[in-house]
């Protein structure tokens, strides 16, 4: 069997075009949607993300707001922007790119956006409202894991669904938004005992592990849909400096009914869900004024 490939790129093309007509919509009432990003140190990987999701944000008509600092900035200075974006009525999305420094106490800065501008979706009032199945920004990455689910077409209700990873930014909320859409949830992580027994039930799987191509075929249920979100540099090899994903994808794709590729899968449609998250936040605000 040779799996189908979920073309994550073209998705995103098609959604983000969406995006653009919603956006230019909103500039034209007045109201032109905005996403502040706050890019901390010189981590090479966030400075990439940064970039590419000021990118996004100009081909879709949203404008940008960047603000650089040094690793050694006080963390006073970071949460004395933040205050200041929350109070900018232009502003409806605020984004600070992590990891953080050490310096950085990470859950007090998320706590510091406005739940209202959380465009990324990882304030603990917008998780409390994921898990109650509320109205909320969803994170972005298991965001456009829902969305490409949808495309294959698989019935989510009843299925069991297998998460490995347990993090605030993929794995829990992937969880969330699964059992929400009433699968059966697994969530597999490093303590987790024979994962490959909770892995080969799975009729879908998501790896979010972090370790190149971790998940191999004798690991996935024949005709399985498997969803990779893993972004991992390799370091040695005759792909050195390529970068990979968490599933092993030529052994995998002999098995699995679809499975996405890395690059060109979750990745693009990671930056397309952040990109309406502050649509949907200018929309709100255009609301709000009754424009
Ligand atoms: P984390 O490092 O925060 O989490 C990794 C998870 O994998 C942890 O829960 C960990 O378990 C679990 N894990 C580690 N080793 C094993 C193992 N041997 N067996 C089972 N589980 C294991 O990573 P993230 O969630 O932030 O990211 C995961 C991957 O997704 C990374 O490659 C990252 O680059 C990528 N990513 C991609 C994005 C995209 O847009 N496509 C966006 C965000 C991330 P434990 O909790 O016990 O330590």
Redesign the pocket.
Known sequence: MTARIIDGKALAEQVRGEIATRAAALAARGEQPCLAVLLIGADPASAVYVRNKVAGCEKAGIRSLRFDYSADVAPEEVMAKLAELNADPAVHGILVQLPLPPQFDEAAVLEAISVEKDVDGFHAENVGRLSQNQEAFIPC?PHGVMKMLESTGVPLAGAEAVV????N???KPMAMLLTNAGATVTV?????RD?AFHTRRADILVA????PRFVTGDMIKPGAVVID????RLTEGPDAGKLCG?VDFDSAAQVAGAITPVPGG??PM?ITMLLENTVISAERAARRKGL
């Open positions: 990455t490995i990873g347990r993090s930014i993929v794995g597999c992580h490093s303590k987790t994962l979010a592990v972090g370790k979100v893993g972004i991992n968490d979750v990745g990671t």
